[in-house]
Nanobody, 121 residues
Framework: QVQLVESGGGLVQAGGSLRLSCAAS????????MGWFRQAPGKEREFVAV????????YYADSVKGRFTISRDNAKNTVYLQLNSLKPEDTAVYYC??????????????WGQGTQVTVSS
C-alpha cells in the first residue's frame, strides 16, 4: 500500500503561482510513476501531468504545457507540481496518483485525497 498526501493548494489570483506537493509513504513510492490529475465541479477527473519513477520523462496535458512543471525528489518520496500563470479555468481539486506512466486514471493504483486550487479572476 502507498499513502499519498497532497498539500499546497489555496486561493490565488489569475496570473499567480502555487506549488503543490504530494508526499508518499508506506511501500516506497520511488518505483512508481507519479501523475497529477484535477477535477472541477461537475466535470470528470482529467489528466494534468506525469513523471517517470526516475524523473527522466515527463508528459503534460496541452492545457497546462508551458505553465505547469512536474518534478520529484525520490529521497523525500515527494512529487511536486509547480503551477504558474494560473487561469480561472485551472480551478479544481488536484490529485496525485501513483502507478504506471500514462494519462488515464486507470493507469494508477493509488490516489491522494486532493488539494483545492482556486484561481480568482
Amino acid at each position: 500500500q502507498v499513502q499519498l498526501v497532497e498539500s499546497g493548494g489555496g486561493l490565488v489570483q489569475a496570473g499567480g503561482s502555487l506549488r503543490l506537493s504530494c508526499a508518499a509513504s508506506g511501500r516506497t513510492g520511488s518505483t512508481y510513476d507519479m501523475g497529477w490529475f484535477r477535477q472541477a465541479p461537475g466535470k470528470e477527473r482529467e489528466f494534468v501531468a506525469v513523471i517517470s519513477w526516475s524523473g527522466a520523462s515527463t508528459y503534460y496535458a496541452d492545457s497546462v504545457k508551458g505553465r505547469f512543471t512536474i518534478s520529484r525528489d525520490n529521497a523525500k518520496n515527494t512529487v511536486y507540481l509547480q503551477l504558474n500563470s494560473l487561469k480561472p479555468e485551472d480551478t479544481a481539486v488536484y490529485y496525485c496518483a501513483a502507478g504506471s506512466y500514462g494519462s488515464n486514471i486507470y493507469d494508477y493504483d493509488y490516489w491522494g485525497q486532493g488539494t483545492q486550487v482556486t484561481v480568482s479572476s
